[in-house]
């Protein structure tokens, strides 16, 4: 793993490849290795930087105040060492790219924004949100807590996808999840979508149902020329439950522009 130093805090992420920059972003509870089925494949086309968001993986914990704009900035500097990149943000992560559009376009080559939100106040109706945050605080107040969510898949997740997910569970740092919960709670970005100009592509397991059709959908008529590819037969994680049909789209766009 690489680092790159923040306002005294570390950033680690992870570089293989070589050929246009391509950065991936994880989602909650997740970090650098939720991209174990892509990365190899991506290589053979792009360097490919997959960073630990700041109080996940390898990342030291941020600031305490850290806010969705500080965590796009972490996001930038991990950026700035391979230069404009495609970028690609899953889920919470996604959020965490849409900001970082909003603050530093300059080194955006394009987007692929997955199975992912302007914010949940920005996607979702309101009452979904409280249920959500009390389904998660729930889960996290609980003797043991539990960072996994519903939904996730459209079927049986492959086996090997399991127990990606359990190994990175592991590692979850609460407190982490908390903050990106209040924050993903919070957001609403649906004002940033309009002013994205960069060749986006929408990556959407048909049968999402945490991130479902309407959102896609919004996303894709908000988004100027975006172009809107579901990945068959896969839920909200279809970069794990069929990852041969989204890092087929990814090396479609990356290796187009």
Known sequence: MLTVRLGGHEIAYERVGAGPPLVLVHGAAEDHRTWRFQRD???????VVAWDEP?????DDPPADVDLAGLALGLAAVVETVGPAHVLGFSWGGTIVLELWRQRPDLVVSLVLADTYAGWRGSLPAEEVTTRVAAVTAALDADRPDPSVSGLFASTPPPEAAALLAEMAADVRPPTLRRSLALMADADLSDVLPTVDVPT???W???????PRPVAEAFAAAIPGARLEWILRAGHAAHLERPEAFTAAVRAHVTQR
Request: glycine letters at 14%; a neutral charge.
């Open 201 to 203: 592509l929408l990556l």
């Open 41 to 47: 494949n991506l290589a053979e086309a792009a360097t």
């Open 55 to 59: 109080g996940c993986g390898r990342s």
């Open 205 to 211: 397991g048909e049968r999402d149902v945490r991130s």
